[in-house]
Protein backbone atom coordinates (compact mmCIF):
# COMPACT_ATOMS: atom_id res chain seq x y z
CA UNK A 1 0.00 0.00 0.00
CA UNK A 2 1.21 3.02 -0.94
CA UNK A 3 0.69 6.74 0.73
CA UNK A 4 -0.26 8.43 -2.17
CA UNK A 5 -3.50 7.38 -2.47
CA UNK A 6 -6.32 9.78 -1.25
CA UNK A 7 -9.41 7.77 -1.47
CA UNK A 8 -11.03 4.88 0.32
CA UNK A 9 -10.66 1.15 -1.10
CA UNK A 10 -12.78 -1.87 -1.34
CA UNK A 11 -12.59 -5.02 -2.82
CA UNK A 12 -13.67 -6.02 -6.68
CA UNK A 13 -16.67 -8.74 -4.30
CA UNK A 14 -20.47 -7.96 -2.82
CA UNK A 15 -23.23 -5.89 -0.81
CA UNK A 16 -24.16 -6.65 2.40
CA UNK A 17 -27.97 -6.12 3.77
CA UNK A 18 -27.33 -3.87 6.39
CA UNK A 19 -25.44 -0.54 6.93
CA UNK A 20 -22.03 -0.87 8.54
CA UNK A 21 -22.10 -0.53 12.17
CA UNK A 22 -19.71 1.39 14.68
CA UNK A 23 -19.69 -1.43 16.97
CA UNK A 24 -17.29 -4.83 16.69
CA UNK A 25 -18.79 -7.65 14.78
CA UNK A 26 -19.33 -10.82 16.95
CA UNK A 27 -21.10 -13.36 15.15
CA UNK A 28 -20.64 -14.72 11.58
CA UNK A 29 -22.73 -12.96 8.89
CA UNK A 30 -23.62 -14.30 5.23
CA UNK A 31 -24.62 -12.43 1.93
CA UNK A 32 -24.46 -13.30 -1.73
CA UNK A 33 -22.34 -11.27 -4.62
CA UNK A 34 -24.27 -9.83 -7.07
CA UNK A 35 -21.38 -9.39 -9.38
CA UNK A 36 -17.99 -7.02 -9.07
CA UNK A 37 -17.06 -5.40 -6.55
CA UNK A 38 -18.08 -8.21 -4.32
CA UNK A 39 -17.82 -6.28 -0.67
CA UNK A 40 -19.60 -2.75 -0.59
CA UNK A 41 -20.61 -2.83 2.73
CA UNK A 42 -17.19 -1.81 4.43
CA UNK A 43 -14.01 -0.21 2.82
CA UNK A 44 -11.65 -3.06 1.93
CA UNK A 45 -7.67 -3.32 0.80
CA UNK A 46 -5.23 -5.43 -0.45
CA UNK A 47 -6.68 -8.77 -0.73
CA UNK A 48 -4.95 -11.74 -0.08
CA UNK A 49 -6.41 -15.08 -0.56
CA UNK A 50 -5.86 -18.58 0.38
CA UNK A 51 -7.28 -21.90 -0.58
CA UNK A 52 -8.22 -24.53 2.34
CA UNK A 53 -10.27 -27.35 2.19
CA UNK A 54 -12.29 -26.63 -0.07
CA UNK A 55 -12.68 -23.29 0.67
CA UNK A 56 -11.40 -19.73 -0.28
CA UNK A 57 -10.41 -17.23 2.60
CA UNK A 58 -9.89 -13.86 1.54
CA UNK A 59 -7.90 -11.48 3.95
CA UNK A 60 -8.00 -7.54 3.82
CA UNK A 61 -7.15 -4.49 5.39
CA UNK A 62 -10.41 -2.53 7.07
CA UNK A 63 -10.43 1.34 6.20
CA UNK A 64 -12.31 3.89 8.75
CA UNK A 65 -11.08 6.86 7.78
CA UNK A 66 -13.61 9.84 7.76
CA UNK A 67 -14.91 10.93 4.55
CA UNK A 68 -13.23 14.47 4.34
CA UNK A 69 -9.55 12.46 5.61
CA UNK A 70 -6.50 12.81 3.05
CA UNK A 71 -5.28 9.14 3.73
CA UNK A 72 -5.78 5.96 5.73
CA UNK A 73 -6.79 4.41 9.45
CA UNK A 74 -6.97 1.23 9.38
CA UNK A 75 -6.93 -0.37 12.65
CA UNK A 76 -7.99 -4.30 11.93
CA UNK A 77 -8.05 -7.04 9.46
CA UNK A 78 -10.90 -8.78 8.21
CA UNK A 79 -11.72 -12.58 6.70
CA UNK A 80 -14.21 -13.62 4.64
CA UNK A 81 -14.87 -17.20 3.68
CA UNK A 82 -16.79 -18.94 0.79
CA UNK A 83 -17.09 -22.40 -0.88
CA UNK A 84 -19.02 -21.68 -4.59
CA UNK A 85 -17.13 -17.38 -4.70
CA UNK A 86 -20.86 -16.21 -4.60
CA UNK A 87 -22.09 -16.94 -1.02
CA UNK A 88 -19.13 -15.68 1.21
CA UNK A 89 -19.26 -15.18 4.94
CA UNK A 90 -17.63 -12.44 6.87
CA UNK A 91 -16.28 -13.49 10.06
CA UNK A 92 -15.78 -11.28 13.01
CA UNK A 93 -11.95 -9.59 12.77
CA UNK A 94 -9.54 -12.31 13.58
CA UNK A 95 -6.73 -9.44 14.06
CA UNK A 96 -6.03 -6.19 15.27
CA UNK A 97 -2.92 -4.38 15.60
CA UNK A 98 -3.60 -3.80 19.12
CA UNK A 99 -2.19 -7.83 18.93
CA UNK A 100 1.03 -6.68 18.34
CA UNK A 101 2.29 -4.77 21.56
CA UNK A 102 5.40 -3.40 19.62
CA UNK A 103 3.37 -1.76 16.90
CA UNK A 104 1.60 1.70 16.63
CA UNK A 105 -0.89 1.49 14.37
CA UNK A 106 -2.04 0.73 10.34
CA UNK A 107 -3.08 -2.74 9.41
CA UNK A 108 -2.10 -2.47 6.04
CA UNK A 109 -1.25 -5.83 3.64
CA UNK A 110 -0.65 -8.79 4.66
CA UNK A 111 -1.14 -12.52 3.80
CA UNK A 112 -2.33 -15.81 5.70
CA UNK A 113 -0.58 -19.05 4.87
CA UNK A 114 -1.02 -22.52 6.50
CA UNK A 115 1.81 -24.86 7.52
CA UNK A 116 1.73 -28.36 9.62
CA UNK A 117 -1.67 -27.54 11.00
CA UNK A 118 -1.45 -23.90 11.63
CA UNK A 119 -2.22 -20.28 10.14
CA UNK A 120 0.37 -17.97 10.16
CA UNK A 121 -0.67 -14.05 9.37
CA UNK A 122 2.09 -11.93 7.76
CA UNK A 123 1.34 -7.98 8.29
CA UNK A 124 2.71 -4.83 7.28
CA UNK A 125 2.26 -2.45 10.43
CA UNK A 126 3.82 1.37 11.71
CA UNK A 127 6.29 0.42 14.81
CA UNK A 128 6.28 2.10 17.60
CA UNK A 129 9.11 4.51 18.71
CA UNK A 130 11.98 1.66 19.12
CA UNK A 131 12.03 1.47 15.67
CA UNK A 132 12.23 3.39 12.17
CA UNK A 133 8.85 3.03 9.89
CA UNK A 134 6.84 0.45 8.87
CA UNK A 135 7.87 -2.99 10.09
CA UNK A 136 6.57 -6.81 9.38
CA UNK A 137 4.70 -8.93 12.04
CA UNK A 138 3.90 -12.15 12.44
CA UNK A 139 1.13 -13.56 13.90
CA UNK A 140 -0.53 -17.32 14.53
CA UNK A 141 -4.14 -18.86 14.77
CA UNK A 142 -5.14 -22.80 15.15
CA UNK A 143 -7.98 -22.05 12.76
CA UNK A 144 -8.14 -19.68 9.78
CA UNK A 145 -10.89 -17.36 11.34
CA UNK A 146 -8.87 -16.86 14.35
CA UNK A 147 -8.14 -15.42 16.85
CA UNK A 148 -4.44 -15.05 15.93
CA UNK A 149 -1.59 -13.69 18.54
CA UNK A 150 1.58 -12.26 17.78
CA UNK A 151 3.84 -15.12 17.06
CA UNK A 152 7.05 -13.87 17.79
CA UNK A 153 6.53 -10.95 20.25
CA UNK A 154 8.70 -8.85 18.16
CA UNK A 155 9.02 -7.63 14.37
CA UNK A 156 10.21 -10.21 12.05
CA UNK A 157 11.54 -7.43 9.55
CA UNK A 158 12.34 -4.10 10.71
CA UNK A 159 12.98 -0.91 8.72
CA UNK A 160 16.31 -0.18 9.60
CA UNK A 161 17.46 -3.88 8.45
CA UNK A 162 16.98 -2.85 5.14
CA UNK A 163 19.58 -0.37 3.59
CA UNK A 164 18.37 0.08 -0.38
CA UNK A 165 16.16 2.68 0.50
CA UNK A 166 15.95 5.35 2.70
CA UNK A 167 12.37 5.32 3.03
CA UNK A 168 10.26 5.05 5.81
CA UNK A 169 7.90 2.51 4.21
CA UNK A 170 10.14 0.06 2.31
CA UNK A 171 9.29 -2.69 4.58
CA UNK A 172 5.16 -3.23 3.82
CA UNK A 173 3.52 -5.73 1.81
CA UNK A 174 4.42 -8.81 2.88
CA UNK A 175 3.42 -12.68 0.49
CA UNK A 176 4.48 -15.68 1.51
CA UNK A 177 4.85 -19.07 -0.88
CA UNK A 178 6.00 -22.52 0.20
CA UNK A 179 7.71 -24.21 -2.60
CA UNK A 180 7.06 -28.12 -3.51
CA UNK A 181 9.97 -28.70 -1.69
CA UNK A 182 8.46 -27.26 1.75
CA UNK A 183 10.69 -24.56 1.78
CA UNK A 184 8.85 -21.26 2.60
CA UNK A 185 9.99 -17.96 0.96
CA UNK A 186 9.16 -14.38 2.42
CA UNK A 187 8.79 -11.74 -0.33
CA UNK A 188 7.88 -7.88 0.79
CA UNK A 189 9.12 -3.94 -0.52
CA UNK A 190 8.40 -0.91 -1.63
CA UNK A 191 11.00 0.69 -4.29
CA UNK A 192 13.27 -2.41 -3.17
CA UNK A 193 11.63 -6.08 -3.62
CA UNK A 194 13.54 -8.00 -1.21
CA UNK A 195 13.01 -12.39 -0.52
CA UNK A 196 14.30 -14.35 2.20
CA UNK A 197 13.89 -17.90 2.85
CA UNK A 198 11.89 -18.71 6.48
CA UNK A 199 12.41 -21.79 9.05
CA UNK A 200 9.86 -24.37 9.07
CA UNK A 201 8.52 -22.75 12.16
CA UNK A 202 7.65 -19.93 9.78
CA UNK A 203 8.87 -17.16 12.60
CA UNK A 204 12.63 -17.27 11.57
CA UNK A 205 14.47 -16.48 8.83
CA UNK A 206 16.60 -19.24 7.07
CA UNK A 207 19.76 -17.44 5.87
CA UNK A 208 20.78 -13.68 4.27
CA UNK A 209 18.20 -10.98 2.24
CA UNK A 210 17.77 -10.87 -1.69
CA UNK A 211 16.68 -8.28 -4.01
CA UNK A 212 15.34 -8.84 -7.15
CA UNK A 213 14.96 -6.29 -10.02
CA UNK A 214 12.30 -5.45 -11.70
CA UNK A 215 11.21 -2.88 -14.30
CA UNK A 216 9.00 0.08 -12.19
CA UNK A 217 8.72 -2.36 -9.30
CA UNK A 218 6.67 0.21 -6.32
CA UNK A 219 5.14 -2.68 -4.17
CA UNK A 220 2.34 -5.48 -3.56
CA UNK A 221 4.24 -8.79 -4.99
CA UNK A 222 2.29 -11.82 -5.34
CA UNK A 223 4.25 -15.74 -6.28
CA UNK A 224 2.24 -18.07 -7.35
CA UNK A 225 3.07 -21.33 -9.51
CA UNK A 226 1.69 -23.08 -12.27
CA UNK A 227 2.46 -25.66 -14.98
CA UNK A 228 6.04 -25.76 -14.04
CA UNK A 229 6.32 -22.07 -14.15
CA UNK A 230 6.41 -19.52 -11.06
CA UNK A 231 4.93 -15.80 -11.51
CA UNK A 232 5.74 -12.84 -9.62
CA UNK A 233 3.34 -10.50 -9.79
CA UNK A 234 3.54 -6.71 -8.43
CA UNK A 235 2.08 -3.34 -8.22
CA UNK A 236 4.10 -1.51 -11.60
CA UNK A 237 4.39 2.33 -11.49
CA UNK A 238 2.76 4.82 -9.79
CA UNK A 239 -0.73 5.15 -10.01
CA UNK A 240 -0.13 1.45 -9.89
CA UNK A 241 -0.90 -1.31 -12.44
CA UNK A 242 -0.45 -4.78 -11.73
CA UNK A 243 2.73 -6.58 -13.70
CA UNK A 244 4.17 -9.76 -13.69
CA UNK A 245 7.62 -11.98 -14.64
CA UNK A 246 8.32 -15.68 -14.91
CA UNK A 247 11.09 -18.10 -13.91
CA UNK A 248 11.68 -21.48 -13.59
CA UNK A 249 13.21 -20.67 -10.06
CA UNK A 250 11.71 -19.38 -7.26
CA UNK A 251 15.10 -17.74 -6.85
CA UNK A 252 14.86 -16.43 -10.77
CA UNK A 253 16.29 -15.35 -12.58
CA UNK A 254 12.77 -13.67 -13.54
CA UNK A 255 11.61 -12.64 -16.74
CA UNK A 256 9.65 -9.76 -17.05
CA UNK A 257 6.41 -10.79 -19.46
CA UNK A 258 4.32 -7.07 -19.38
CA UNK A 259 0.90 -6.05 -17.53
CA UNK A 260 -2.32 -7.54 -16.50
CA UNK A 261 -4.21 -5.35 -14.75
CA UNK A 262 -4.83 -1.62 -15.45
CA UNK A 263 -5.13 1.37 -12.87
CA UNK A 264 -8.32 0.27 -11.49
CA UNK A 265 -10.71 3.11 -12.09
CA UNK A 266 -9.43 5.84 -9.90
CA UNK A 267 -7.53 4.30 -7.34
CA UNK A 268 -3.62 4.95 -7.17
CA UNK A 269 -2.71 1.55 -5.80
CA UNK A 270 -3.13 -2.04 -7.17
CA UNK A 271 -2.93 -4.75 -4.77
CA UNK A 272 -4.06 -8.11 -6.08
CA UNK A 273 -4.46 -12.12 -4.90
CA UNK A 274 -4.38 -14.90 -7.70
CA UNK A 275 -5.66 -18.49 -6.88
CA UNK A 276 -6.67 -21.47 -8.42
CA UNK A 277 -9.96 -22.54 -7.24
CA UNK A 278 -12.26 -25.47 -8.49
CA UNK A 279 -10.42 -25.11 -11.58
CA UNK A 280 -10.18 -21.91 -12.66
CA UNK A 281 -7.81 -19.26 -11.95
CA UNK A 282 -8.83 -16.08 -10.00
CA UNK A 283 -7.61 -12.52 -9.74
CA UNK A 284 -8.47 -10.62 -7.08
CA UNK A 285 -8.43 -6.93 -6.37
CA UNK A 286 -9.59 -3.86 -5.12
CA UNK A 287 -10.63 -0.47 -6.65
CA UNK A 288 -12.65 2.62 -5.60
CA UNK A 289 -15.94 1.56 -7.26
CA UNK A 290 -18.44 0.84 -5.93
CA UNK A 291 -22.17 0.58 -6.46
CA UNK A 292 -22.84 4.31 -5.07
CA UNK A 293 -20.87 7.34 -5.81
CA UNK A 294 -18.97 7.62 -2.46
CA UNK A 295 -15.97 6.39 -4.59
CA UNK A 296 -14.85 4.33 -1.55
CA UNK A 297 -12.28 1.11 -1.63
CA UNK A 298 -13.99 -1.99 -3.39
CA UNK A 299 -12.83 -5.62 -3.80
CA UNK A 300 -13.12 -7.39 -7.35
CA UNK A 301 -12.92 -10.59 -8.01
CA UNK A 302 -11.94 -11.93 -11.49
CA UNK A 303 -12.30 -15.46 -12.82
CA UNK A 304 -9.96 -16.80 -15.63
CA UNK A 305 -12.62 -16.42 -18.54
CA UNK A 306 -11.15 -12.98 -18.75
CA UNK A 307 -7.66 -12.77 -21.20
CA UNK A 308 -5.76 -10.40 -18.83
CA UNK A 309 -4.60 -13.42 -16.19
CA UNK A 310 -2.15 -14.54 -19.53
CA UNK A 311 -1.15 -17.92 -17.23
CA UNK A 312 -0.27 -20.55 -19.23
Known amino acids: MSLGSLLQRSLIILPFFYLTSTHAQTAD ?6 GNPVFRH ?6 AAMVYKDKVYIYTGHDVAPEKRNGYEMHEWLCFSTSDMQTFTEHPSPLNVKAFKWAKDDA ?33 SDKPTGPFTDAIGAALITNDMTKESKISWDDIDPTVFIDDNKQAYLFWGNTTLHYV ?13 QTISLPHFTEAPWVHKKNGWYYLSYAYEFPEKIAYAMSRSIEGPWEYKGIINEIAGNCNTNHQAIIEFKGKDYFIYHNTRSSDSTKKYSPHITDSSTPRLLLT
Request: glycine residues 6%; without cysteine; proline residues 3%.
Open 197 to 209: KLKENMTEMDGPM
Open 29 to 34: TVFTAN
Open 108 to 140: WASQVIERNGKFYWFVAISHDSTHRGKAIGVAV
Open 42 to 47: KFTADP
